[in-house]
């Protein structure tokens, strides 16, 4: 059984580091608590190893309304954006 990987923590807008998602698999992300306003979790892969990223399909991962969200590879590499939140929030990534 999978174990959930932090990857990010505070409250301030912050990035994850580059994740590889295999063809076939896929990714949840979530968060400890429950986002709230205008917080979100916003997905990008980039086209040329990590220099420069555009959005992924439905790049808005976490919101209010929906507290996870699946990604799907294959995505050689995919960075997780938080924005700023009111509460400190750890984001999780779970296969």
Do not use: W
């Amino acid at each position: 059984m999978a174990i959930a990987t932090a990857i990010n923590f505070g409250t301030s807008s912050r990035s994850s580091s580059a994740i590889s998602i295999a063809s076939g698999a896929s990714i949840v992300v979530f968060t400890d608590g429950n986002l709230v306003d205008l917080e979100h979790i916003y997905a990008e892969r980039s086209y040329d190893g990590g220099s420069n990223y555009r959005p992924v399909p439905d790049a808005i991962v976490c919101d209010n309304d929906k507290q996870e969200g699946r990604i799907y590879g294959p995505i050689t590499t995919l960075r997780l954006t938080i924005s700023d939140t009111a509460a400190a929030r750890t984001v999780y990534t779970d296969s």
